[in-house]
């Protein structure tokens, strides 16, 4: 980039590379050197005699053209392209292209891709990643060479945001842009380009700060941002308060922040704005680092964030949102007394304080009821005294046989609750069904249904009773 700058180097050991259609032909074994390997030259040895074959050239070159127009999806990387060839002959030639990958070849210049593309008249795929290219500099040059692309990758190859609003002039009905890797760190807004983009990734450039994102929040149908190893610290939406949704990325279902520096749960909270988001990846974060236990932590941000459905690639079963929101009502309950919180909803007041720290707090209020004065003593230390919950087990088909009443450790799977009732109860090798009775919600039964789980993960305390049936 810069204006003197440069390397010596012997010409004999430079590679100047070879034209788009060149590289196509090597790649594809479709150049005359295969040709004469494998005897489809003009002539043919018989024993000791030489047979020649008048016409061959042209039906070999024939059968080439018609192998070349077949192929729709072509990959050249690393073939050491440089330029476009003759005008047209890539037309004539490959006329049904529509996909391409033109990653790690030597293209210096983004006029180079135009040439190429302009002849690809239904080109919808274009990767031209790992190529350092210069990139125009005004809006002045225009060309429709991309008129019917969907999908392009411009990872590490130098461009800058405000070359890319320049360039995006000619990328009508593009849904997909790849811009990682570039160096950039300042965003602009897009005005009236980029507005078909459902997908943006932008990982791997160090942004100056989360405000940066603003100035995209506008994109109406963007579905999908990766903003992965960027440097954000903090995610804001100023235009919504506690429990609104902020009109910034109206359709944004998916988002990747993992790899940063968001060391507030703050941001997590504000996360919970975005009126479409489904599918969230924020590991490798220092706000992750404030809980040592995996599963609480997870709990945590399903509790926060409340049409969340995928979180680091794991979905979210029903089961799971409502245990994680319930633990979330019940670990933050005394604090939100403290806060001015009350179970009558005139006197609750809780400060502006702690509905910052915690905007879902009162919605989750609504949903399950206040917290009651028994679900906010103290956490003990976690001790396994501690740790164990005193069931009844019951038989309701079976009234002979007695309850039974057991300690068992709330970090005990159900799988393994079932071994243990099979020789406690002495019963057959049949499968057993669990569910479970709160001793403050009578006659509520809930289904212990998934053996791997803990039986913390279905709020089970002491006191409640299990019911076995087989």
């Given at each position: 980039?810069?204006?003197?700058?440069?390397?010596?180097?012997?010409?004999?050991?430079?590679?100047?590379?070879?034209?788009?259609?060149?590289?196509?032909?090597?790649?594809?074994?479709?150049?005359?050197?295969?040709?004469?390997?494998?005897?489809?030259?003009?002539?043919?040895?018989?024993?000791?005699?030489?047979?020649?074959?008048?016409?061959?050239?042209?039906?070999?070159?024939q059968q080439r053209q018609v192998?070349?127009?077949?192929?729709?999806?072509?990959?050249?990387?690393?073939?050491?392209?440089?330029?476009?060839?003759?005008?047209?002959?890539?037309?004539?030639?490959?006329?049904?292209?529509?996909?391409?990958?033109?990653?790690?070849?030597?293209?210096?210049?983004?006029?180079?891709?135009?040439?190429?593309?302009?002849?690809?008249?239904?080109?919808?795929?274009?990767?031209?990643?790992?190529?350092?290219?210069?990139?125009?500099?005004?809006?002045?040059?225009?060309?429709?060479?991309?008129?019917?692309?969907?999908?392009?990758?411009?990872?590490?190859?130098?461009?800058?945001?405000?070359?890319?609003?320049?360039?995006?002039?000619?990328?009508?009905?593009?849904?997909?842009?790849?811009?990682?890797?570039?160096?950039?760190?300042?965003?602009?807004?897009?005005?009236?380009?980029?507005?078909?983009?459902?997908?943006?990734?932008?990982?791997?450039?160090?942004?100056?700060?989360?405000?940066?994102?603003?100035?995209?929040?506008?994109?109406?149908?963007?579905?999908?941002?990766?903003?992965?190893?960027?440097g954000i610290s903090s995610i804001?939406?100023?235009?919504?308060?506690?429990?609104?949704?902020?009109?910034?990325?109206?359709?944004?279902?998916?988002?990747?922040?993992?790899?940063?520096?968001?060391?507030?749960?703050?941001?997590?909270?504000?996360?919970?704005?975005?009126?479409?988001?489904?599918?969230?990846?924020?590991?490798?974060?220092?706000?992750?680092?404030?809980?040592?236990?995996?599963?609480?932590?997870?709990?945590?941000?399903?509790?926060?964030?409340s049409q969340l459905e995928v979180?680091?690639?794991?979905?979210?079963?029903?089961?799971?949102?409502?245990?994680?929101?319930?633990?979330?009502?019940?670990?933050?309950?005394?604090?939100?007394?403290?806060?001015?919180?009350?179970?009558?909803?005139?006197?609750?007041?809780?400060?502006?304080?702690?509905?910052?720290?915690?905007?879902?707090?009162?919605?989750?209020?609504?949903?399950?009821?206040?917290?009651?004065?028994?679900?906010?003593?103290?956490?003990?230390?976690?001790?396994?005294?501690?740790?164990?919950?005193?069931?009844?087990?019951?038989?309701?088909?079976?009234?002979?046989?007695?309850?039974?009443?057991?300690?068992?450790?709330?970090?005990?799977?159900?799988?393994?609750?079932?071994?243990?009732?099979?020789?406690?109860?002495?019963?057959?090798?049949?499968?057993?069904?669990?569910?479970?009775?709160?001793?403050?919600?009578?006659?509520?039964?809930?289904?212990?249904?998934?053996?791997?789980?803990?039986?913390?993960?279905?709020?089970?305390?002491?006191?409640?009773?299990?019911?076995?049936?087989?």
């Amino acid at each position: 980039r810069h204006p003197k700058g440069g390397s010596f180097i012997r010409p004999n050991k430079a590679n100047f590379g070879v034209d788009f259609l060149t590289a196509v032909k090597d790649r594809y074994g479709l150049n005359d050197k295969q040709d004469l390997q494998y005897g489809t030259g003009t002539t043919v040895v018989f024993g000791k005699k030489t047979v020649e074959f008048v016409g061959m050239d042209s039906v070999a070159e024939q059968q080439r053209q018609v192998q070349l127009n077949k192929l729709v999806d072509i990959s050249v990387r690393e073939c050491a392209v440089s330029h476009a060839g003759q005008e047209e002959e890539i037309s004539r030639t490959c006329a049904n292209m529509r996909h391409i990958n033109l990653s790690k070849n030597l293209i210096s210049s983004w006029e180079t891709i135009i040439a190429i593309a302009s002849q690809v008249q239904n080109l919808e795929t274009l990767n031209v990643s790992e190529n350092k290219m210069r990139f125009p500099s005004t809006s002045t040059f225009k060309s429709s060479a991309f008129s019917n692309l969907k999908i392009l990758a411009l990872n590490q190859t130098g461009i800058t945001w405000t070359e890319v609003l320049l360039c995006a002039q000619g990328w009508p009905v593009l849904e997909e842009l790849y811009l990682s890797s570039n160096n950039i760190t300042v965003l602009e807004r897009p005005g009236t380009v980029l507005q078909t983009l459902k997908l943006l990734d932008l990982s791997d450039n160090q942004l100056l700060d989360g405000n940066q994102l603003h100035l995209i929040a506008q994109l109406p149908r963007l579905q999908q941002l990766i903003l992965r190893n960027t440097g954000i610290s903090s995610i804001h939406f100023p235009d919504a308060g506690f429990g609104c949704k902020t009109k910034m990325f109206p359709s944004l279902k998916r988002l990747a922040i993992n790899d940063n520096k968001i060391s507030q749960w703050s941001s997590i909270n504000e996360l919970d704005k975005l009126p479409s988001l489904r599918a969230l990846q924020c590991s490798n974060n220092p706000f992750m680092d404030t809980e040592k236990n995996p599963e609480t932590l997870i709990q945590l941000i399903i509790a926060k964030i409340s049409q969340l459905e995928v979180l680091n690639n794991c979905e979210i079963l029903p089961a799971e949102r409502r245990g994680a929101e319930l633990d979330y009502r019940k670990i933050f309950g005394k604090d939100w007394l403290e806060a001015g919180g009350h179970w009558n909803p005139e006197k609750n007041k809780p400060s502006e304080e702690f509905l910052a720290a915690h905007p879902r707090y009162p919605a989750l209020c609504l949903k399950y009821g206040a917290p009651e004065e028994g679900e906010l003593k103290g956490q003990q230390p976690l001790t396994l005294k501690n740790q164990l919950l005193t069931l009844t087990i019951k038989c309701p088909e079976k009234p002979e046989q007695k309850p039974v009443e057991k300690k068992l450790p709330e970090s005990m799977t159900i799988q393994k609750v079932k071994g243990l009732l099979y020789r406690l109860l002495k019963i057959p090798g049949s499968e057993l069904k669990l569910s479970y009775e709160s001793s403050k919600l009578e006659g509520k039964e809930v289904e212990l249904d998934n053996d791997l789980k803990p039986l913390q993960f279905y709020s089970i305390e002491s006191g409640d009773c299990v019911l076995v049936r087989w």
